[in-house]
């Protein structure tokens, strides 16, 4: 369709039209600026005629919807709001057991099916299937024979976990033993007002139920010593010790218990509690932030960004005509080496894949998968901590990453086939690599490929203050890298 061809549609026949404000001006006067609107890989759909506005790379995307019909409401979010919708995405997802209850209410709306049992994988086009931690995702046709596209991701971000018997004293104050979760960097637990989360295993008349629960109140905060306590402390740099210096206060008196709360926030009693898998939650909400909103300021980025990514992919790519089986796997444990029966070194994404998909496309050429996690940005204010001449900016694309010794599992035909598909999206992409001299980090990458034989490449968003409990990253980013997701899942 080209300039004139949407000049016929007339703005009037506009009914729904998401937008940030610049878009808004673009499309009413989409002939006074000059702009082009050009077809949409990414949300074409015969019954909206959707399309995807845009102007240069100066300017976000917005999405036009010139139909009546209105299924598409709610679904399609662009520029801003979708990284608005991230947000929301993440404060519904304290814990790895929220984030796929979250994903799970998402993809319940779209239409797909919840099974119980791997059993019953092909029984229908669109299914997922939840544990613990994790959550699998497929759609496409059945038996189909062309070839698989995987997104995977993790919904762990490093944390402070209790306990098993965590409520304690220390000199005279009601605290909570905690145990670091994952590689955090713990000064940034200090001064937060925390809440709590995760999930309760309850004793029921037939057996036993799991619930998640939280409490989005500051019952806990670990104060940090005082300057004039600790005089040396800007000069040689803050050192606290795991076991004496993060404990979060939650009182002074005897007083309420925590588990008590937690079960009556959801309808139980206390005594019904068998065990429990909680953790702490800083209770500031995300937010687009900067002073033009160019950033996501929200904790867990890393990586609930490529978990709501992906899940947004799959649902825009549900009613696609593409025979590839698209798959979305979620894993949790990836901040402790992914060693478990939910993580990615554990047997579920083999399960899903033999079960679903036939050896051709398990071995075809266009079998593909996508780790999502994120990536360093270049830090501005440690600008040498970064190779030099693969500068990573913030809003300038999805980031792919590669390591010589196999860190990231990018390789030369992978990453042919995230460039081309980043083509046809419109999306820039920039490329990670880190100083020959630093340690290299790593993600599910290199473990899925080991585990399925299924060429991998390592994409995700570039991000500042990785693994703080407040993160941050472009607010452009996100979709960009949903729109990239989405051609890979199609074509
Ligand atoms: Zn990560």
Known sequence: MNHAQIEDHKVPEILEFYYSLEIRSLVTGVSRFGASLIPSFHNKCEECHVFVAKRNFDIAFGVAILSSTYHH??????????????????????????????????????????????????????????????????SGPLNADKAVRVIGAHTDSPNLRLKPLFDMSRNGWRALGIEVYGSALNNSWLDRDLGCSGRLVIRTKDGMLEKTCRLDEPIARIPQLAIHLDRQVNEKGLILNRQNHLQPLIGIREGSNLLEKLANSINHNVEDILSFDLMLHDLTPSTLSGIDQEFISAPRIDNLLSCHAAISALISAKSSTSEFTRVVALYDHEEVGSTSSTGALGPLLNDVLTRRCSETSLSSELSLIISSDCAHGTHPNYAEMHDIDHKIFLNEGPVVKYNANMRYATDAPGAALVKTAAESANVPLQTFVSRSDLACGSTIGPLAAASTGIRTVDLGVAQLAMHSAREMCGSEDPEYLKFVLIELLKN
């Open 73 to 138: 409401r709610g679904m399609i979010v662009t520029g801003k709001q979708n990284a608005e919708d991230l947000c929301g995405f993440i404060d519904s997802s304290p814990s790895p057991f929220h984030a796929v209850k979250t994903a799970a209410e998402r993809l319940l709306e779209a239409g797909f099916t919840e099974i119980e049992s791997l059993t019953s994988i092909n029984k229908e086009d669109s299914v997922f299937f939840r544990r613990d931690g994790a959550l699998f995702a497929i």
